[in-house]
């Protein structure tokens, strides 16, 4: 079993940046991909991006490619998404979600079994 916190989401203008945190508690996370998610209200849930369990492989959608960084922290056992040039359209709540050990962990949801609870950002224009 995995718990996730995100943490690190807020209000800031566009341009600027944000750095979400996903801690995570369980003993198998550490071979866990993780992803990130989001949610702007009224609109479905989107990915964001994703690293697999060994951190070799990491996935962006396309509207974050070049302005969003995803990492993770095996010691620390939290992964990071960094988001600079942020523009309004990146409003939303953003999900970190974990794979089961060893599972594939690219920009679909169907692979995550384990969610946060989520952090807002607002990005104001």
């Known amino acids: 079993q995995v718990q996730l916190v995100e943490s690190g989401g807020g209000l800031v203008q566009a341009g600027g940046s944000l750095r979400l945190s996903c801690a995570a508690s369980g003993r198998t996370f550490s071979r866990s991909g993780v992803g990130w998610f989001r949610q702007a209200p009224g609109k479905e849930r989107e990915s964001v991006a994703a690293?697999?369990?060994?951190?070799?492989?990491?996935y962006y959608a396309d509207s974050v490619k070049g302005r969003f960084t995803i990492s993770r922290d095996s010691v620390k056992n939290t992964v990071y998404l960094e988001m600079n040039s942020l523009r309004p359209e990146d409003t939303a709540v953003y999900y970190c979600?974990?794979?089961?050990?060893?599972?594939?962990?690219?920009?679909?949801?169907?692979?995550?079994?384990?969610w946060g609870q989520g952090t807002q950002v607002t990005v104001s224009s």
């Open positions: 690293i697999s369990w060994s951190g070799g492989k990491s």
């Open positions: 979600a974990a794979t089961k050990p060893f599972s594939i962990s690219d920009l679909s949801a169907v692979y995550y079994d384990y």
